[in-house]
Antibody, heavy 121, light 108 residues
Framework: QLQLQESGPGLVKPSETLSLTCTVS??????????WGWIRQPPGKGLEWIGT???????YYNPSLKSRVTISVDTSTNQFSLKLSSVTAADTAVYYC?????????????WGQGTLVTVSS | EIVLTQSPGTLSLSPGERATLSCRAS???????LAWYQQKPGQAPRLLIY???SRATGIPDRFTGSGSGTDFTLTISRLEPEDFAVYYC?????????FGGGTKVEIK
């Protein structure tokens, strides 16, 4: 059974960099047809796609966040990571990692439980 | 960037009633690239429908996805107590993904 688990600080200061890691278990991050992504959800609001990466390819980012986001993959540890720089209170959200199934159509079929990141001094 | 607009924002219905949720795209979306998710409070979203009309594994057949082009619909034929939740549509196009703003289905 594939599982994803987010980890990282729950509190980040304004102007600093938010760093999260997603650990994939029960399957290989190097599997064909699967991409890996980050999605966030501010408290009480909807879902926002942050970016997606294939284990051997270049990442794709939400244009609204592109200048501040870096997503990377580490196949040796079966993890992928998110870095979001110059954070403000508007970046406070639950951050989810998820697997994007790209077999016949792109959809997120497995999600982590999510981790709340608060931006505050 | 394709914008997805979901309506209504909130749907107040009773168990056993039919729910019809709309997802409208600002540009035409390939039917293969439209998905629906259900999210309950404190939980991660769960995939319901992909490819506009294919149910994900374990999803009951009371959930039906339909539509093409710019207009897509999620229908719940008879609402069960566990179906009261927020529903999101999601599309893929030009290497970018977007979610709709969500429709909350609440108990009347």
């Amino acid at each position: 059974q594939l599982q994803l688990q987010e980890s990282g600080p729950g509190l980040v200061k304004p102007s600093e960099t938010l760093s999260l890691t997603c650990t994939v278990s029960g399957g290989s991050i190097s599997s064909n047809s699967y991409y890996w992504g980050w999605i966030r959800q501010p408290p009480g609001k909807g879902l926002e796609w942050i970016g997606t990466i294939y284990y051997s390819g270049s990442p794709y980012y939400n244009p609204s966040l592109k200048s501040r986001v870096t997503i990377s993959v580490d196949t040796s540890t079966n993890q992928f990571s998110l870095k979001l720089s110059s954070v403000t209170a508007a970046d406070t959200a639950v951050y989810y990692c998820a697997r994007l199934n790209w077999g016949s159509a792109p959809y997120f079929d497995h999600w982590g439980q999510g981790t709340l990141v608060t931006v505050s001094s | 960037e394709i914008v997805l607009t979901q309506s209504p924002g909130t749907l107040s219905l009773s168990p056993g009633e039919r729910a019809t949720l709309s997802c409208r795209a600002s540009q035409s979306v390939s039917s293969s690239y439209l998905a629906w998710y259900q999210q309950k409070p404190g939980q991660a979203p769960r995939l319901l429908i992909y490819g506009a009309s294919s149910r994900a594994t374990g999803i009951p057949d009371r959930f039906t996805g339909s539509g093409s082009g710019t207009d897509f619909t999620l229908t719940i034929s008879r609402l069960e107590p566990e179906d009261f939740a927020v529903y999101y549509c999601q599309q893929y196009g030009s290497s970018l993904l977007t979610f709709g703003g969500g429709t909350k289905v609440e108990i009347k």
